[in-house]
């Protein structure tokens, strides 16, 4: 195991990043490195909401708020902090949360967080020199023990029947429809269906805002 600062330690970034409303959602070693990925948390649209970044009316304020919030942290933590927008080349998210084993791939192929469900979504990353002890991972998906799965049928428009292949066309033609106002307004109707989604604190508002930024961007 790599050596990394007696200082450092995964509760002590846990509780750091917890101030500005963030979890850590996955967590790996890589290339003796330890990668941190956080995501917003309990309380996190009631703070955002009134930062700088919300309330200037320039464009990506949540990319903008993270860029300047964890990259704070990472000069804190003593670490690199890394991103999956600005690219390309982007950073290799999707990889990490599921060799992470804390997330997965959900039956409809979105990924599927044991805490966050459906609703996980990740603001950036921390990046270690070093090894740190880490939380034992799941040993199986929250989906293998759904019995419903109602991501399987809550589409509208079947826009993700199918985990192979996401209809990307049908769904931003549903969203330009009065029906689409639901998910404009409240986010994905697959995601929302999600058990485990639905006990997450993610505010309507925090997945509207999101939702507009995929149907005109």
């Known amino acids: 195991m790599a050596a990394v600062s007696e200082e450092v330690t995964y509760d002590g970034v846990r509780a750091l990043v917890a101030r500005e409303c963030l979890i850590i959602l996955c967590a790996l070693h890589e290339k003796g490195d330890t990668v941190l990925l956080l995501g917003p948390g309990d309380g996190?649209?009631?703070?955002?909401?009134?930062?700088?970044?919300?309330?200037?009316?320039?464009?990506?304020?949540?990319?903008?708020?993270?860029?300047?919030?964890?990259?704070?942290?990472?000069?804190?933590?003593?670490?690199?902090?890394?991103?999956?927008?600005?690219?390309?080349?982007?950073?290799?998210?999707l990889r990490w949360a599921l060799s992470s084993g804390h997330a997965w791939s959900s039956p409809v192929g979105m990924l599927v967080h044991g805490t966050a469900g459906m609703m996980v979504s990740f603001r950036g990353a921390l990046r270690i020199k070093g090894e740190l002890d880490l939380p034992p991972a799941p040993e199986t998906s929250p989906c293998d023990s759904c019995e419903d799965k109602p991501c399987l049928t809550a589409c509208p428009v079947n826009a993700l029947s199918d985990a192979h292949f996401y209809k990307v066309e049908d769904c931003h033609s549903y969203l330009d429809t009065l029906p689409g106002a639901i998910c404009m307004k409240g986010g994905c109707l697959v995601r929302r269906a999600c058990p485990i989604s639905q006990s997450f604190d993610r505010s309507p508002a925090q997945s509207a805002l999101h939702m507009r930024y995929f149907h005109t961007t």
């Open 44 to 93: 996190f649209w009631e703070m955002f909401r009134d930062t700088p970044e919300m309330q200037d009316g320039a464009p990506d304020p949540m990319d903008r708020w993270s860029e300047r919030v964890i990259g704070r942290l990472a000069d804190t933590v003593g670490s690199e902090a890394v991103f999956p927008f600005g690219g390309p080349p982007y950073q290799p998210f």
